[in-house]
Nanobody
Framework: QVQLVESGGGLVQPGGSLRLSCAAS????????VGWFRQAPGKEREVVAS????????HYADSVKGRFTISRDNAKNTIYLQMNSLKPDDTAVYFC??????????????????WGKGTQVTVSP
């Protein structure tokens, strides 16, 4: 069982930045994938960024390419999402998720094994 806890959400003005963190309980194996997803009011949950067990395995949604960066600190069992140049359309609840073991790329929302409870990000003047 993997537990995921997100933090770092909040209210930010357009053009601003936030860094989300996802603290994970210890992974018992190294072949896993993690991802950030988001769900805006009235919309389906969508993938934002994914990171595989190799650093070369990185995927971004087109809407966030060049603005968001996913990364991992293995020593701290923490996954990050650095969000820059935020837009009002980025407003959503952001979720961290894991697929253990990794079995698809990029891992789709319906095939993730573990989920955090989410953190709210609001981009507004």
């Amino acid at each position: 069982q993997v537990q995921l806890v997100e933090s770092g959400g909040g209210l930010v003005q357009p053009g601003g930045s936030l860094r989300l963190s996802c603290a994970a309980s210890r992974f018992t194996r190294s072949d896993y994938a993690v991802g950030w997803f988001r769900q805006a009011p009235g919309k389906e949950r969508e993938v934002v960024a994914s990171l595989g067990n190799y650093e070369s395995l990185i995927h971004y949604a087109d809407s966030v390419k060049g603005r968001f960066t996913i990364s991992r600190d293995n020593a701290k069992n923490t996954i990050y999402l650095q969000m820059n140049s935020l837009k009002p359309d980025d407003t959503a609840v952001y979720f961290c998720a894991a697929q253990v073991p990794i079995r698809s790329w990029p891992p789709p929302e319906y095939d993730m094994d573990y989920w955090g409870k989410g953190t709210q990000v609001t981009v507004s003047p």
